[in-house]
């Protein structure tokens, strides 16, 4: 299958701004699929609201564009009824760890069969570039003129602390490697985080002075590092990327399934 029988031609051009790095993120994603074989009807993608849920549009495969925060929810149900799918959840800052971060951190726990894309432009593009909380400290938005004085989350950290058994960061400069870390995700049986860092030059980049979109990118080459290099003991202000955490652990379908069995037996008896 050809990467082109991935997408709905008819829903082009797309609506990212130029230079926006989502549809990077949405090619790196395809290559991952294709790489595998998969067939479309065994994919199911859900997202929320936001610039980054706009590729369930874009995407030929069975697709749920929902609520606000609420991608994880769905996909949750998705996969509790259907576990034989492959769950992909793509989303942004806020709907992921904003007003979608308390599915968040309990997919986390439960440890469901799901690959979770948190793609990371530090705000929030589709509503006019307000601060988000990706930002970090001291950066300029909209709703902080002044200056952001809410410190950051770590989307790597948060996600390991609450129980992903996959977790993983890349950036959109690095294209090769997203595409090999995607791919392990969706094959990894469990929760799988990947945080991609991506550019916005329209609303980030703008204001913040950092350039034009392959001004941001160069960025992401020079101020990342691979996990555990002699660069980052030289300099820790750089941010790896990699696979943090993969590790097996019951995946939260199974035991599901277990539950049901154990209640269909108790009433045999």
Known sequence: MA??????????????????????????????????????NEIVMVSGIGC????????????????????????????????????I?????GDALAIGGNHFIHAARRNID??????????????????????????LATTAPYTNIDHSFDTV???????????ARSTTYHVQQLTKILKQAILHEGFSVVEVLTQCPTYFGRKNREGNAVDMME???????????KAKQENPDLIERGIFIQKEMPEYCSEYDKIIKRAMDSLKT
């Open 3 to 40: 990467i082109k029988d991935y997408i709905r031609e008819r829903f082009f051009p797309h609506i990212w701004c130029p230079g926006c790095g989502h549809g990077t993120v949405m090619n790196s994603l395809l290559r991952a699929l294709d790489s595998l074989g998969m067939s479309k």
């Open 114 to 139: 799901l690959t979770a894309i948190v793609m990371n432009n530090r705000i929030y593009g589709m509503t006019g570039g307000q601060y988000s909380p990706l930002s970090g400290y001291g950066t």
């Open 219 to 229: 960025s992401y080459k020079k101020n990342t590092t691979p996990i555990g290099s």
């Open 89 to 93: 959840v793509p989303m942004g800052d």
């Open 157 to 167: 950290e948060l996600a390991i602390a609450a129980g992903a058994t996959f977790v």
């Open 52 to 87: 980054s849920s706009r590729i369930s549009g874009y995407v030929d495969f069975h697709t749920l564009h929902t609520l606000h925060g609420r991608a994880l929810a769905f996909a949750t149900g998705v996969k509790l009824s259907l576990p034989e799918l492959n769950l």
